[in-house]
């Protein structure tokens, strides 16, 4: 069975996040925003009465060295709010930015907030994203109609976790997603650690990057 996972924003606690997963062997994708890191590292915003802090532009390269990166637009606006000349300069010049810093193809792409509407959909493809990811919760077998709406099966602290796996198995795909900022305690990355243990000792660790599954698509 392929895993498949993806987190959101280029924050600092990605670091760890990072750790964790090249120390079992995980491949995951990463969304960001090219516009919003600085030469430091700066304030984003509060969550769960914790600072989130973005990652400086200049270590995102070695930051995620060896994971795939997707767009998820230059600034992370709502992307169904915007004018169509604001849409696609949020939509290209997101990845191209991304290109730049990474010096390789970006191939997905994240909707922010999960919002996306046919004139968003269609600039994503335009920009030659092969694939664009919703924030809705698939269920059962993984088999999106259109590459411009994949919705994962849950959330990382889904309860429902492992019974969304087993449901998704007959597909041969499991795909969750998050923001390591979600992890907050102690407590929530060792149940994040002993979650990736459980998935490696299965038989469906069979890790993916997303755009892997969707490689000849629509670009
Ligand atoms: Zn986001």
């Known amino acids: 069975m392929k895993l498949v996972q993806c987190w959101d924003d280029g924050v600092t606690s990605d670091l760890r996040l990072l750790d964790l997963l090249r120390a079992v062997g995980a ?5 960001l925003n090219a516009g919003l890191h600085e030469t430091g590292r700066t304030l984003g915003w509060m969550h769960a009465g914790t600072e989130v802090w973005r990652l400086a532009r ?5 930051a995620y060295r060896g994971f795939d990166i997707a767009n998820h637009s230059f600034s992370h606006p709502c992307l169904d709010a915007l004018p169509l000349d604001a849409l696609h300069r949020e939509v290209e010049q997101g990845r191209d ?4 810093i990474f ?11 999960g ?3 046919d004139a968003v959909a269609h600039a ?3 920009a030659g994203h092969i694939y664009g990811r919703t924030t809705d919760a698939a269920d059962g077998p993984f088999a999106p109609a259109d590459p411009l709406h994949v919705s994962p099966h849950c959330h990382f602290q ?5 019974q969304r796996l087993e449901r998704a198995r007959p597909g041969g795909v499991f795909y969750f997603w998050g ?9 929530d990355w060792q149940s994040f650690s002993a979650l990736l243990d459980r998935l490696n000792r299965g038989p469906e660790a069979n890790w993916c990057h997303v755009a892997d599954l969707f490689e000849g698509g629509t670009s």
């Open 27 to 31: 491949k995951a994708t990463f969304n």
């Open 58 to 62: 200049g270590e995102l390269h070695d």
């Open 97 to 100: 930015e991304l290109q730049q």
């Open 103 to 113: 010096g390789r193809p970006v191939r997905g792409f994240a909707y922010p907030f």
């Open 115 to 117: 919002r996306v509407n």
């Open 124 to 126: 994503v493809r335009e």
């Open 158 to 162: 889904a309860p429902d976790f492992w």
């Open 179 to 187: 923001h390591s900022y979600e992890m907050t305690t102690e407590g």
